[in-house]
């Protein structure tokens, strides 16, 4: 590795990273003393590490015509004008001739007085221009006209061309945007370790190309999905001079790949209701309905009673079950339609809790309502019914006997916060998580075993969706839990 020690300031920075760099490296001090070339560099000036001396003048591979516009332009960002410096510039190359190199300075970040620059070769970039500026009309027309993106890039990875397809996948009119930017840092972060291995072992093995499904950052910072295939040319010295990527869009097909992944994990959960939490309430029913028939034949009157409130509440609950699977299905196959409307919620409030009047009943619960300035909402009737339904009956099944559940309309900026509280069993932070990202498959029985499937909270959260609401929950072990969402006062149009 060509690394430079220095005596200066920056001789405690590690330059290794720039050693991994495609593109010559060069980093000065701010009398432009050199302090570090990469190997790459040293390359393409035709140099070896001995010609470079640290604390040398980097101006002095420039060609004496051009000092005079460099040294102009370099100074305004030594002092502070601008952030970054672009220029170009002529070198005796050891082999004969003058070469066009372009540079381009900004300040070393975390490091006082001292910069870093990049340098790349312009004779690659017009090896790649003048076929498609001033050679084959046809092959320029078939690279601007293709329906896929394709892009040439030179060794150091710079955009020397891309077409029309390319522009547009990511959002821009043309390649004007495009053109000169460093090929990598259009790819999604998260991608561009992987493609750097795929690249690392096709220079290893000498490969001709390699093939990723990776994303590319669109012009509003939105990742695209793009299958990609790069190919390398290699120069008489074995090294890539140019590399061509084909590029086609499959944002559509992973779209649809999540679409059928969801509508799997869908499938699946409603093959676990089917098989678990219909199965069990049903199995009670029967053999409830048994021993009626048995209270009946011995005239046990009172116990026939009481056995046939026990089949009402199985039923009511696969009731309960079938409505929110029912809900969940629509709603994921985007069968539901919304319509909002005002809703005064005294009048709405006072349908649904006689609704659940006798599960407070039966638990010896106490609710308590507030909205002390008459609120009225903008919601679906029935998408909101049932997010509140879904909320209280969660709150009843987590409720000791003999607690209290709270329901209270307060106003907030824009419209009203709704929030249910109870004071019961509560849960840990891990599980409101689970809950917020709807992963939650397996529920908790309730505080008198009472059995559910966590689907209506999904549910909840899928109605609110409509309302461009979501669902926050407060809550710790022990301590009961509070669910709260906004909705607004009127329509927003």
């Not at 030594?78 to 672009?86: H, R």
């Not at 500026?133 to 150091?156: E, P, T, Y």
């Not at 690249?199 to 190309?209: A, P, Q, T, V, Y």
């Not at 006798?358 to 029935?382: C, G, H, L, P, W």
Request: aromatic share 8%; glycine share 6%; proline share 2%.
């Amino acid at each position: 590795m060509s690394k430079h020690e220095t005596n200066t300031d920056i001789s405690n920075v590690s330059f290794q990273a720039y050693e991994q760099l495609p593109v010559g490296v060069v980093v000065t001090d701010g009398n432009s003393n050199v302090q570090y070339v990469n190997r790459e560099l040293l390359r393409l000036l035709g140099l070896d590490e001995t010609c470079f001396v640290v604390g040398s003048s980097a101006r002095s591979v420039i060609y004496k015509e051009d000092l005079a516009r460099v040294n102009r332009t370099h100074k305004q960002l030594m002092n502070g004008e601008v952030e970054k410096q672009e220029f170009s510039f002529r070198y005796q190359h050891p082999k004969g001739g003058l070469r066009w190199f372009k540079a381009t300075f900004r300040k070393m970040d975390g490091v006082d007085d001292a910069f870093v620059g990049t340098i790349m070769s312009l004779e690659e970039e017009r090896s790649i221009e003048n076929p498609l500026n001033k050679g084959d009309s046809r092959l320029r027309s078939i690279f601007m006209n293709a329906q896929g993106g394709i892009v040439l890039s030179n060794s150091s990875f710079y955009v020397m061309a891309a077409n029309k397809a390319f522009a547009q996948m990511l959002g821009f009119e043309d390649d004007s945007s495009i053109r000169g930017a460093f090929l990598p840092s259009l790819t999604y972060p998260e991608d561009r370790e992987r493609e750097s291995e795929l690249f690392n072992e096709m220079l290893e093995k000498r490969s001709n190309h390699y093939r990723i499904e990776k994303r590319y950052i669109g012009e509003g910072g939105e990742p695209i999905w793009c299958d990609v295939i790069v190919s390398a040319t290699w120069d008489n010295d074995n090294r890539p001079s140019n590399f061509i990527s084909i590029i086609q869009n499959i944002q559509q097909s992973k779209e649809d790949q999540d679409k059928m992944e969801s509508l799997n994990r869908m499938k699946d959960k409603f093959f676990s209701i089917l098989s678990h939490d219909l199965k069990n309430p049903i199995s009670s029913i029967l053999g409830l309905s048994d021993l009626v028939r048995e209270c009946i034949l011995e005239n046990d009157t009172k116990g026939a009673l009481e056995m046939l409130e026990l089949i009402e509440t199985s039923t009511m609950r696969v009731d309960d079950l079938l409505e929110n699977v029912l809900d969940w299905s629509r709603s994921q196959q985007g069968m539901l339609s919304y319509r909002p409307e005002e809703h005064d919620m005294d009048e709405f409030m006072k349908e649904l809790s006689g609704l659940l009047e006798v599960s407070f009943v039966n638990k010896s619960i106490q609710f308590e309502y507030s909205n002390e300035q008459a609120m009225t909402v903008f919601a679906d009737r029935y998408m909101l019914r049932s997010v509140i339904l879904n909320l209280l009956t969660n709150s009843i099944k987590f409720s000791n006997r003999g607690g209290t559940i709270g329901f209270s309309v307060e106003p907030e900026e824009s419209g009203v916060r709704v929030s249910i509280s109870d004071q019961g069993v509560g849960m840990s932070e891990k599980t409101i998580q689970s809950i917020l990202a709807k992963k939650t498959t397996h529920w908790t029985n309730g505080t008198e075993n009472e059995t559910g499937t966590g689907l209506g909270l999904v549910l909840v959260q899928e109605f609110l969706h409509y309302h461009e609401s979501e669902l926050q929950i407060e809550s710790t072990i022990g301590g009961g839990s509070t669910f709260s969402f906004h909705l607004p006062y009127q329509s927003a149009e």
